[in-house]
Each structure stands twice: as C-alpha cells, then as structure tokens.
C-alpha cells in the first residue's frame, strides 16, 4: 500500500479535528500499518495540544471489564464528555487475526457519535497491548477527546505497559476466581492506582475486597509523584441488568476515585511524571518496530540464521551470536531512518 501524500494526512487529520469518524479510522490504520506511514500521521500531529486523559483497564479475562468499561462511557456522556476507546484483543499465533469481541460488546454506543470506539489486535505484542496502542492514543489525544479508555487484552499479570501508557489504571478483579488475586499480585496488583471488584453481587466479594484491602495495607501500588496516593478498593456491578442486583452499582464511586487521582497526580507532579512515561513508550514503540521489521525482512533472516548456525555448531555461544546479530541491525536500522 503506497504512503499517503503529506498533504493527504495533514487533511485527515483537520477532518478527525472536525469530528470525522472515518478520517480517524484511516490515521488509526496509517498508525497501526507503522513505518513511514505511521511516521507521516506522527508528523501532523506535532505541536497540537494533548489534552485527553487516559483511563487503562486491566485485569484477568472474565472479570467484566468490557461490562465496566460500557458502563463509563454512559456515565462520562452524560458529563457531556467526547470519549474513545481503543480496546485490545488477544490475537491468533498463526493467523495474527484477532476476535475484536469489544467492539461487539460495546456495540450499544456505537451509534453515539461522541464515542469512538476502535479494537486493536495486539499480534503478539506483550504487556497486554497493541505495539501501536501508544501511536493511537496519542492521536485521539491530539485531535481533541477529551477521555480515552485503553481495554487490555486480559492475560494476567504481564499486563504492565498500561501503567506507563494510562494516567490512571484501573485493575478489575472478580470474587469466586479462586486464586486469581494470588497470581495477579505478582505483577498487576502493584500497577493499580483504583482496584475495583467487580461483579459484587457474587459470593465471596466482602472476602475478595478484604484481602485486597490487606494487600495494600502492606505493600505499595500505584504510586506517583514524592507522595504516596492511597489505593482504593471498590466495589462494581457493572452489568444493568444482573441477575438480583437490582441494575448498576458503584460506577458514580469509581468516577469519584478516577477524578481524585488525577487532581491528585496534577497536586503531587505526577502528571509530568505520566506524560514523560508516554513520551518513552512512544519512542520505543517505534525502535522495537524498526528493529522487528529489520529482522523480518530476507536480509534479517539470513542474518539470524547465519547467526543460530555457529551457536548451534558450537563455534560461539548465543550472546557472542546476539551480539553480532545487533551489530548487523545498528548498521541496517541506521540506513533505513
């Protein structure tokens, strides 16, 4: 697919300013192809403001987190909020295809033409993201959303790039997954800036939020800026329409938790603290994408290979082979920025 001219991105992006669905879909797509398309879209959005704050939601799959992340779009409409979604789904190893059940699930908004709502195939990317979930958001970011909710794919507990991606992360947890919290507090539990519990209605939710509670009674999560913000344990019935629980509940609660801490992050510095953790992964998005396309490419492999040979012919240990391998793609990556 040839590279859009200049002018031809500058255009998409004064109609995804003026509120074009469709021009935002194409830079998404610009975005997401990566190389000097992506290159191209990053350009025209220089110097325009950023003003969106991000949301991330992260947890285990099954806990409901597509359920909450519907029932925040509702709410923060009727605060008259123009708000994006950019939801990853998990793909498949061999075809790179993904499900996008978000969008599906999602499907009740998608007729609001205040929320735009794009699912992301995270092809092996790990941390729960897409390689180009830090590329998108800064695109809504720039063209003048105010709110964006980045959805993880739900693998548990490598989903940490959200914390450096999102202002404030949200980990969803659900009462009856057995040991879930257990696996989860090796990683997740310590990105977390709000825990929430979602799907309270259950059994074992009073349990669910009491060990939570004790967690962060003895450790340290979701901290920015020289203080430390207090990590609040909420609960959440996402679901309108759960069975016994008489509708939604606890969304106006983790509204209120969302907007203290980000007064708290803009009162204690860590709103500088997050924005620079954006600039970083956006800049390693882009040297891990050269760096995988360089090694895709037919030179890449027969660099690799020639490589794997001499290790696996005892001639040299895979470090002394890794490292000539990163000398070759210094040389190549060099040549093609």
């Known amino acids: 697919m040839p590279d859009p001219p200049a002018g031809t991105v500058a255009t998409l992006v004064a109609a995804a300013q003026a509120g074009s669905i469709r021009a935002t879909a194409r830079l998404l797509t610009a975005i997401e192809a990566g190389g000097t398309r992506a290159a191209s879209v990053a350009v025209a959005l220089a110097g325009l403001p950023r003003r969106a704050g991000i949301i991330g939601v992260t947890g285990p799959p099954g806990v409901g987190k597509s359920t909450l992340v519907t029932a925040l779009i509702a709410r923060y409409r009727q605060q008259g909020l123009r708000l994006a979604v950019l939801a990853v789904d998990p793909s498949s190893p061999f075809s790179g295809g993904a499900l996008l059940g978000d969008r599906v699930r999602m499907a009740e908004h998608s007729t609001d033409p205040g929320v735009f709502i794009r699912s992301m195939a995270s092809r092996g990317h790990l941390g729960g993201l897409s390689a180009a979930a830090p590329g998108a958001a800064d695109l809504l970011s720039a063209i003048g959303f105010d709110l964006l909710l980045v959805e993880t794919v739900g693998v548990g507990q490598n989903e940490v790039a959200v914390m450096r991606l999102a202002d404030t992360v949200l980990l969803v947890l659900a009462p009856g997954m057995g040991d879930g919290i257990q696996a989860a507090k090796a990683g997740v539990l310590e990105i977390a800036d709000v825990l929430v519990v979602n799907k309270s209605d259950r059994d074992g939710a009073a349990a669910t939020i009491r060990d939570l509670k004790a967690m962060v009674a003895l450790g ?9 913000w207090r990590v609040p344990v909420l609960s959440t ?15 106006d609660e983790l509204l209120d938790s969302v907007t203290a801490h980000r007064e708290f992050l803009n009162a204690h510095g860590g709103a500088a603290v997050r924005r620079h953790q954006r600039a970083e992964v956006a800049v390693e998005a882009v040297v891990l994408e050269r760096i995988h396309a360089a090694l895709a490419s037919a030179a ?10 001499v290790v696996a012919g005892g001639q040299t240990d895979h470090h002394e082979g890794a490292l000539q391998l990163l000398t070759w793609l210094a040389a190549e990556v060099g040549d093609n920025g």
């Open 220 to 228: 340290r999560s979701g901290t920015a800026g020289p203080q430390q």
């Open 300 to 309: 890449g492999r027969a660099q690799l290979t020639a490589a794997a040979h």
């Open 237 to 251: 019935i996402a679901a309108a329409n759960a069975p016994g629980a008489g509708g939604a509940a606890g969304i």
